[in-house]
């Protein structure tokens, strides 16, 4: 049986038993996805700190300029939702979920292949300290077979083994360069008149380096911490459609975590302050983007 994209086969599924249009359900999908990766969101939260930080991650995940994917027909929403809670099957050393999980996230969108080389990073440090038996392999069979899958599909619909990077590069004209493309824009965007969506999207990445910094000086789990990197790396080092790359560090969730556990800190008077403002600014931001904003968010 050929292997399908997951986001896709959701939506065929759904539209057996939907009334909707393909589009409705894959709204609907989208939105049933961001709770799930919310719930998988503050669990890990509550994991690494307590139920209070969780809650804030979460909600912040829920509050950034482009959260209004988070409920769009995009995979951003599903791969966030199987991501966290592979993340968190691995820091609670359940590998055949975290390899179950992975192997789905694969399924979900190419740039899962962040979370697979970490839990199969991971994985392959336990088997070589010999930590929990057989379970570790498990992991790390399964975590690639989802993203090998996808990129063997698309091979087999074009024709051609190479068939996603010739696609990336021929249709998309995205290739990596290491971010000097993104480099370029950012600095035009930050030294001239630019579309509002540029702007927030420069301020979007500079923030997140700052956050990743952040989480480094945190000491955050090296697992986690590469895998935020990875995820940052691989949308600002892509050529082509900067609009996009705020949109692309969605499922690096973590990267707010320092800001989720100083709210924690803070009294709940002001934190609530604080956080009706940041929902008020997305909300605005997400009206521009719907409404007057015309590529891709």
Same mark, same amino acid.
């Given at each position: 049986?050929?292997?399908?994209?997951?986001?896709?086969?959701?939506?065929?599924?759904?539209?057996?038993?939907?009334?909707?249009?393909? $589009?409705?359900?894959?709204?609907?999908?989208?939105?049933?996805?961001?709770?799930?990766?919310?719930?998988?969101?503050?669990?890990?939260?509550?994991?690494?700190?307590?139920?209070?930080?969780?809650?804030?991650?979460?909600?912040?995940?829920?509050?950034?300029?482009?959260?209004?994917?988070?409920?769009?027909?995009?995979?951003?929403?599903?791969?966030?939702?199987?991501?966290?809670?592979?993340?968190?099957?691995?820091?609670?050393?359940?590998?055949? $979920?975290?390899?179950?999980?992975? $192997?789905?996230?694969?399924?979900?969108?190419?740039?899962?292949?962040?979370?697979?080389?970490?839990?199969?990073?991971?994985?392959?440090?336990?088997?070589?300290?010999?930590?929990?038996?057989?379970?570790?392999?498990?992991?790390?069979?399964?975590?690639?077979?989802?993203?090998?899958?996808?990129?063997?599909?698309? &091979?087999?619909?074009?024709?051609?083994?190479?068939?996603?990077?010739?696609?990336?590069?021929?249709?998309?004209?995205?290739?990596?360069?290491?971010?000097?493309?993104?480099?370029?824009?950012?600095?035009?965007?930050?030294?001239?008149?630019?579309?509002?969506?540029?702007?927030?999207?420069?301020?979007?990445?500079?923030?997140?380096?700052?956050?990743?910094?952040?989480?480094?000086?945190?000491?955050?789990?090296?697992?986690?911490?590469?895998?935020?990197?990875?995820?940052?790396?691989?949308?600002?080092?892509?050529?082509?459609?900067?609009?996009?790359?705020?949109?692309?560090? *969605?499922?690096?969730?973590?990267? *707010?975590?320092?800001? $989720?556990?100083?709210?924690?800190?803070?009294?709940?008077?002001?934190?609530?302050?604080?956080?009706?403002?940041?929902?008020?600014?997305?909300?605005?931001?997400? &009206?521009?983007?719907?409404?007057?904003?015309? *590529?891709?968010?």
């Amino acid at each position: 049986m050929a292997l399908f994209p997951l986001y896709p086969m959701l939506v065929r599924g759904v539209g057996w038993v939907s009334p909707f249009s393909t $589009a409705q359900n894959a709204i609907l999908i989208s939105v049933a996805a961001s709770l799930v990766a919310a719930w998988g969101i503050f669990a890990v939260g509550n994991h690494l700190a307590d139920r209070r930080t969780g809650i804030l991650l979460a909600g912040l995940w829920g509050v950034v300029p482009h959260a209004l994917v988070e409920s769009m027909a995009y995979t951003e929403s599903l791969f966030t939702a199987l991501s966290a809670f592979a993340l968190l099957a691995m820091l609670r050393r359940n590998w055949v $979920a975290a390899g179950v999980l992975t $192997a789905l996230a694969g399924l979900t969108r190419p740039s899962a292949i962040a979370l697979v080389g970490v839990v199969g990073l991971v994985a392959l440090i336990a088997v070589v300290r010999r930590q929990d038996g057989w379970r570790p392999w498990i992991a790390g069979v399964t975590a690639p077979l989802g993203w090998l899958g996808y990129i063997l599909w698309v &091979g087999n619909q074009t024709g051609r083994i190479d068939g996603w990077f010739h696609i990336q590069k021929t249709i998309w004209r995205s290739s990596f360069d290491y971010g000097t493309s993104a480099y370029r824009v950012a600095k035009k965007a930050l030294t001239t008149a630019s579309a509002l969506d540029f702007t927030v999207v420069t301020f979007v990445l500079v923030a997140a380096i700052l956050l990743l910094a952040l989480n480094a000086v945190d000491r955050l789990p090296w697992p986690l911490l590469l895998y935020c990197a990875l995820i940052l790396i691989s949308s600002i080092g892509a050529s082509n459609y900067y609009n996009a790359k705020g949109r692309l560090i *969605l499922p690096a969730f973590l990267l *707010l975590l320092p800001a $989720a556990r100083a709210l924690a800190r803070t009294q709940t008077t002001k934190a609530a302050l604080i956080f009706t403002f940041l929902a008020a600014t997305s909300v605005t931001f997400a &009206g521009y983007l719907a409404f007057i904003w015309t *590529l891709s968010p």
